[in-house]
């Protein structure tokens, strides 16, 4: 009675937990961003990765439209250049066209002579104006004559449209047909737009990316234009559809494959839903723990949580195998559970090394899986025995037979010669390709390389910033961080003219500092002399008397108004540039200064200059990545070697013998050289993948060590033992064997590292393992 109590109470605790999981992971969102894989550990860090995450550069979609004739091209890119803006998604739509809504034209003509960085002295007097009214002239002969007409009354000089200029070309201005932006060899009218929401927000670009593919349908149609489109936004979404459809098919395939495996060797469908309820349970749990801790699960550990497919089956396939007649369930697993209860312990010993707070994406997979292995194994011990019948069995086990004694002989020379000899393999491949670690989290991008390519054919033709390069620049205020902005400017202006880079942006060439619009009104001629100045420029020229007070009035307005902050542009689309490159935060405010053309990032970087009052950082995003990457695994290293001590005292502590914990540890070691061995052999330099992959091969190796290791009185324990490990290597070659074919850098480096390391780590602690227990048992006899 006290029995069945006790296993109703089993069966309602894991429902209930299973069920407020169920829904803790269905509302957990999921994003696909690999700059979790960035360690935060220093000022630079965090700059990078602000950057990385929501700078500028990650705004900005490019739009390239191809086919047809040019004249087609041109006209849809003005009608999508019109349309775009209406979605609401979108800060910035640029074609070329030097097209502002009257608002903002009105904005930047009210305050021209404060903004335009060609005010100076020198522009006001008699012999400038005379040659600016002259060149008004030709103008109002052109087509656009009709806007330069508007204008013409109260800025002569053309500060707006100077201004205008800058507004629109940013970086640099592309070639021009037709009045729009084109590919310098005319195959692509093209646009640049900037949306409001970060390239990380992807549920935004998202929309985004609909939004220009709807407007281009309704612009297309009829004709045979083509869209191609890149940015960070379009190539994250791109990615995250990729790892979704692929997480789909992989995990699809692993989960009928597991079915198969179990039917095929235990002839019995319950087995199925057995061992299924651990790997729910640890999925569900993982899951759940990563929602509670993080706020949100990253799309590589969703994809990652296939590897306790392979794992957490392990657990009740030794229940399976090792049941026999005349046995409670309950007793079989008590006598599995010191050798479970271990290799338990040393996986969880060997994930520690992925809990660092200065990486929060490796942190993610570490919490996943350890918590994942706790309700396995906990789903193992304590859940199947109160679903099954005291005495059940799997009906028809195919169990070994006597060729299973002849697969057990020991053998200890040939474990030594296959330890050694992949040992010098590992130590030859390591002195002839000295580049072990890939340290370079672009090679695990899932865009493909023809859409990448894309992306820098679209950016060299805008003139866009490159995602890599930029200066960000702290500073107490806004005014200090434009004022040595500017500074900043004047130094690269120098750096340009070397060849160095070939342009850049900052928030100080659309709002000046407000020492610099006091130095342009210091600048602006008295009423008086403006006006003497005004009439001698006027001589013999056509223009009606009078027609130019407006700008007399402007000039004189000017010099008195206050300068233009970043407060006097909000609500605009002004605005929004501004904002994008000069932003406050929690230790003052940053200044983003992105480079385009970089041919020298380590000159530029050498002698960037700094101010009192300011910190300007040069970073090369891909080379800091990197750095930081590096150091981080160099510490995590570190605490593998400290993890590697504690599980070695932990399996003394539970063996209780030397010998037997040399027996269970030695098998595992011996496959990770084979492992590391092959990959280098393959071709492959190592990421933090296949590190997080060689845990997962640790925690399994060292399962097969201790279950081969076990002492076994009779043929038939031998012989089931066997049974169970068969499987578990089998089931485990087939999941990561699926993840070896995957056309995710990532997830394949997971596969093929998992893959090769259980295979080697199987024939090692069954060639090692048994000879060192062998003479222990015989010993203890």
């Given at each position: ?110 305050h021209r002579y404060l903004l335009s960085p060609k005010v100076t002295s020198e522009r006001f007097t008699a012999d400038a104006l005379r040659t600016a009214l002259q060149q008004r002239l030709q103008e109002l002969a052109s087509p656009l004559a009709v806007l330069h007409k508007r204008w013409l009354p109260g800025d002569p000089t053309g500060e ?127 899951a759940a723990a990563v929602d509670l801790l993080f706020g949100q699960m990253y799309m590589i550990t969703l994809a990652f949580s296939m590897t306790l497919l392979g794992e957490t089956l392990d657990y009740p396939t030794y229940l399976f195998s090792h049941r026999q007649a005349g046995e409670t369930v309950t007793d079989t697993l008590r006598q ?7 290799c338990v312990a040393t996986t969880l010993l060997g994930c520690l090394a992925m809990l660092v707070g200065d990486f929060p994406g490796l942190s993610q997979l570490g919490v996943f899986t350890m918590v994942g292995i706790v309700a396995a194994v906990a789903a193992t011990r304590w859940l199947l025995p109160a679903l099954l019948p005291t005495d ?390």
């Amino acid at each position: 009675m006290m029995q069945n109590l006790l296993g109703n109470g089993i069966r309602l605790i894991w429902l209930l937990a299973a069920l407020g999981c169920s829904w803790i992971v269905f509302t957990t969102p999921v994003v696909a961003d690999l700059t979790l894989f960035v360690p935060r550990a220093d000022p630079v860090a965090e700059l990078l990765l602000k950057q990385l995450r929501s700078g500028p550069t990650t705004r900005l979609i490019l739009i390239g439209l191809s086919g047809d004739e040019e004249n087609v091209r041109a006209d849809a890119s003005q009608q999508l250049a019109l349309r775009l803006p209406a979605s609401g998604r979108f800060s910035r739509v640029e074609n070329g066209a030097d097209v502002l809504p009257d608002t903002e034209l009105a904005l930047l003509y009210t305050h021209r002579y404060l903004l335009s960085p060609k005010v100076t002295s020198e522009r006001f007097t008699a012999d400038a104006l005379r040659t600016a009214l002259q060149q008004r002239l030709q103008e109002l002969a052109s087509p656009l004559a009709v806007l330069h007409k508007r204008w013409l009354p109260g800025d002569p000089t053309g500060e707006l449209f100077s201004l205008l200029q800058v507004w629109s070309t940013g970086i640099g201005a592309p070639a021009k047909r037709r009045g729009v932006w084109f590919s310098p060899d005319g195959a692509r009218a093209l646009l640049l737009v900037e949306t409001h929401a970060s390239g990380y927000d992807l549920a935004a670009q998202r929309d985004a990316v609909n939004a220009i593919r709807t407007a281009f349908a309704e612009v297309a149609a009829g004709t045979d234009l083509e869209l191609a489109m890149s940015g960070p936004g379009v190539l994250a979404t791109l990615a995250e559809d990729q790892i979704r459809a692929e997480a789909a098919v992989l995990s699809t395939l692993a989960i009928a494959a597991m079915v198969l495996i179990l039917i095929g060797v235990y002839r019995s469908a319950r087995t199925v839903w057995l061992g299924a309820l651990p790997m729910l349970s640890a999925l569900l749990t993982g899951a759940a723990a990563v929602d509670l801790l993080f706020g949100q699960m990253y799309m590589i550990t969703l994809a990652f949580s296939m590897t306790l497919l392979g794992e957490t089956l392990d657990y009740p396939t030794y229940l399976f195998s090792h049941r026999q007649a005349g046995e409670t369930v309950t007793d079989t697993l008590r006598q599995l559970w010191p050798t479970l209860r271990l290799c338990v312990a040393t996986t969880l010993l060997g994930c520690l090394a992925m809990l660092v707070g200065d990486f929060p994406g490796l942190s993610q997979l570490g919490v996943f899986t350890m918590v994942g292995i706790v309700a396995a194994v906990a789903a193992t011990r304590w859940l199947l025995p109160a679903l099954l019948p005291t005495d059940w069995t799997p009906p028809r086990p195919a169990t070994p037979g006597p060729w299973a004694d002849r697969l057990l002989k020991p053998r200890p020379k040939l474990a030594l010669a296959i330890g050694l000899g992949g040992l010098a393999l590992l130590l030859f491949l390591w002195v002839k390709a000295p580049p072990l670690w890939e340290d370079n989290l672009a090679v695990l991008s899932p865009v493909p390389r023809d859409l990448l390519q894309l992306d820098r054919q679209l950016r060299r033709a805008l003139g866009a910033p490159e995602v890599g390069h930029l200066i960000v620049m702290t500073a107490p205020d806004a005014e200090t961080a434009l004022q040595h902005g500017e500074r900043l400017a004047a130094w690269l202006d120098v750096q340009q003219a070397a060849g160095l880079l070939d342009g850049y942006d900052g928030a100080m060439r659309y709002l000046p500092s407000q020492a610099t619009q006091r130095q342009r009104q210091d600048a602006l001629p008295t009423p008086a002399i403006l006006a003497t100045r005004l009439e001698s420029a006027l001589e013999g020229l056509p223009f009606k008397p009078g027609l130019f007070a407006p700008f007399l009035d402007a000039v004189n307005t000017t010099r008195t108004a206050l300068p233009i902050t970043p407060e006097d542009l909000r609500g605009t689309l002004l605005a929004t540039r501004v904002d994008a490159l000069l932003s406050p935060d929690a230790r003052g405010w940053t200044a983003l200064l992105p480079l385009s053309g970089v041919r020298d990032p380590g000159a530029l970087a050498a002698s960037l200059p700094d101010w009192p009052d300011s910190h300007a950082y040069y970073l090369d995003l891909r080379a800091e990545t990197s750095r930081l990457v590096a150091g981080f695994r160099e510490q995590a290293l570190i605490r593998l070697g400290w993890g590697a001590l504690l599980i070695i005292g932990v399996v003394w502590i539970g063996l209780r013998s030397w010998r037997r914990t040399i027996a269970a540890l030695l098998p595992v070691w011996l496959g990770l050289i084979v492992d590391v061995a092959a990959l280098l052999a393959l071709g492959e330099r190592l990421t933090l993948f296949h590190l997080v992959s060689l845990l997962l091969v640790f925690g399994i190796g060292v399962d097969y060590g201790l279950f081969f290791s076990r002492p076994a009185v009779d043929a038939a324990a031998r012989r089931r033992t066997l049974h169970a490990l068969l499987v578990c290597c089998g089931s485990a070659l087939t999941v990561f064997g699926l993840l070896s074919v995957s056309t995710l850098p990532a997830l394949r480096a997971i596969g093929l590292t998992v893959s090769l390391g259980v295979a080697a780590s199987f024939v090692a602690a069954l060639l090692a393992a048994r000879p060192l227990s062998l003479q222990l048992f015989e010993r203890v006899k």
